[in-house]
């Protein structure tokens, strides 16, 4: 019986998990099927295009979306490493003296670091626009960067200290036995045990630079700086009533891709440094 109710379990449970995946993975499919599809089967509710086409990326690659398009993936791309890097930095020492340090405000600084992560955005824009626009930072790298790090820094941190704890305090103290200084310690025996927490938070802070739209859109206005998911917004079909959904999705897709790439390839990396940082002993 108990194993007639597992097996029951077991069947209940792949059901639930291929529900899930389809669900999840649909939305997908469908941008990836809008991307190959012509301009006049994009009205059709068939899933599978009835003549697969490259047009619409040979539209955005070579075409009229073509300088609109690279250069926001440049902007994407160099915003969103610099501001992972940056973030993955700082986070580290913080979280390091979070972890290992006892001093006045610990706890205010882990509070205020999770009210920041749960402000919405769109409520600072405003201000964070104006401010931008009198000091020289409105549509520059810079005035993207900064913002971003209010994204990415609050859950950096809380990831990392949460590692940290998990740390033996004694093979720092081992290292300084040893003969090593305090900086010496945390560079060749702290940050080698948490390169899985620090990996994973890396991972998590581009997923959330690269997939921003609001600080793109509101604090951009040219080329200079927008990247891609605000330039989506600026795809322009033949007349102000025509949508060029298959050049957006085609654009989606071609983002999607170093997305996808750094999951599959990392996967065994994210999970470890999230399982480790969660689980105490």
Do not use: H
């Amino acid at each position: 019986m108990e194993r007639e109710q597992t097996a029951r379990q077991k069947s209940l449970w792949w059901v639930a998990g291929v529900i899930v995946i389809v669900y999840a993975l649909f939305p997908v499919a469908w941008i990836v099927s809008l991307s190959f599809k012509r301009a006049s089967d994009l009205s059709s509710r068939e899933f599978l295009p009835t003549t697969w086409t490259w047009d619409n990326y040979d539209l955005i690659l070579r075409g009229d979306f073509q300088d609109l398009f690279l250069s926001a993936l440049r902007n994407s791309i160099g915003i969103t490493l610099i501001a992972t890097f940056i973030a993955v930095v700082l986070s580290t020492f913080c979280a390091y003296a979070i972890a290992r340090l006892d001093f006045p405000g610990k706890k205010l600084i882990l509070t205020t670091a999770l009210a920041v992560s749960i402000f919405p955005v769109i409520s600072i824009v405003t201000p964070l626009f104006n401010l931008w626009r009198n000091i020289g930072l409105y549509d520059t790298w810079p005035g993207l960067i900064i913002p971003y790090l209010s994204l990415t820094l609050p859950l950096s941190i809380w990831t990392l200290s949460a590692f940290f704890r998990q740390i033996p305090w004694e093979l720092e103290q081992a290292a300084q036995v040893d003969g090593a200084t305090t900086w010496q310690a945390f560079r060749r025996v702290i940050v080698p045990l948490a390169t899985p927490g620090v990996f994973t938070t890396a991972i998590i802070s581009f997923f959330i630079a690269w997939n921003d739209f609001v600080y793109g859109i509101s604090l951009t206005s040219t080329e200079a700086a927008r990247p891609v998911p605000a330039a989506l917004a600026f795809f322009t079909g033949a007349s102000q009533f025509e949508q060029p959904a298959g050049a957006i999705s085609a654009a989606a897709v071609i983002v999607t891709i170093p997305v996808v790439i750094l999951v599959v390839l990392f996967q065994r990396r994210i999970v470890a440094g999230l399982t480790q940082g969660a689980v105490k002993g």
